[in-house]
């Protein structure tokens, strides 16, 4: 897949962040700690060219024997002139404070984070907004409902899946009767309301 971004290196918080014992099929898993990242520093290939087309992270050869041998190389990572930088605290702080789901309009807090997206690239806002089309993981879900075709008898462009002639609406592939009566279940609920 083409991908102009790599991370170049993280630096990490020097205070753990701390999960704590939890039982899974009746047996205890031990506490973990990780350190999340404070700054991650990507590296964007010039020309938005995929990444290590024009600063190359290795180079092959083949030695004397014939076999095909690979040199690592490290100075990609110290291009600061195509340095991106990301700080998750105040991406963090920032969908906390400003970013306000697009189906009920509420807010990310811990536990019920809005961090769903129905696009892979969509508009970015302005940084003192908030990030839009961002859904709670249940809101997400009822959206998907109610833009899905619940016809008893659809007429679909394709076999089985499509936009619908009657609704107008979209039904995916391999929808099964469950997933149908799901969808059902979550149109029933009013527009902007969660379940």
Same mark, same amino acid.
């Given at each position: ?30 506490? *973990? ?10 590296? *964007? ?49 920032? *969908? ?10 509420? *807010? ?88």
């Amino acid at each position: 897949m083409h991908d102009p971004l790599v991370v170049a290196f993280e630096i990490k918080r020097p205070w753990p962040h701390r999960y704590k014992a939890r039982t899974v099929d009746g047996r205890e898993l031990p506490a *973990r700690r990780y350190w999340p990242p404070l700054v991650t520093v990507w590296h *964007r290939e010039p020309g938005g060219r995929d990444s290590g087309e024009v600063c190359k992270h290795y180079h092959r050869y083949q030695d004397s024997a014939g076999k095909w041998q690979y040199k690592f190389h490290h100075g990609w990572k110290f291009h600061v002139h195509h340095w991106h930088l990301q700080v998750p605290p105040l991406q963090e702080l920032r *969908r906390r404070l400003l970013t306000r789901c697009a189906w009920c309009g509420g *807010r990310s807090r811990k536990g019920d984070a809005i961090n769903v997206s129905h696009s892979w690239d969509g508009t970015r806002g302005h940084w003192w907004r908030g990030e839009p089309g961002l859904y709670h993981h249940d809101c997400s879900a009822i959206s998907r409902a109610h833009a899905t075709c619940i016809c008893e008898q659809p007429v679909l462009e394709h076999d089985g899946y499509g936009r619908c002639a009657r609704c107008n609406h979209q039904r995916s592939y391999g929808m099964t009767a469950g997933n149908l009566a799901r969808a059902r279940e979550l149109k029933a609920i009013s527009a902007g309301a969660r379940s």
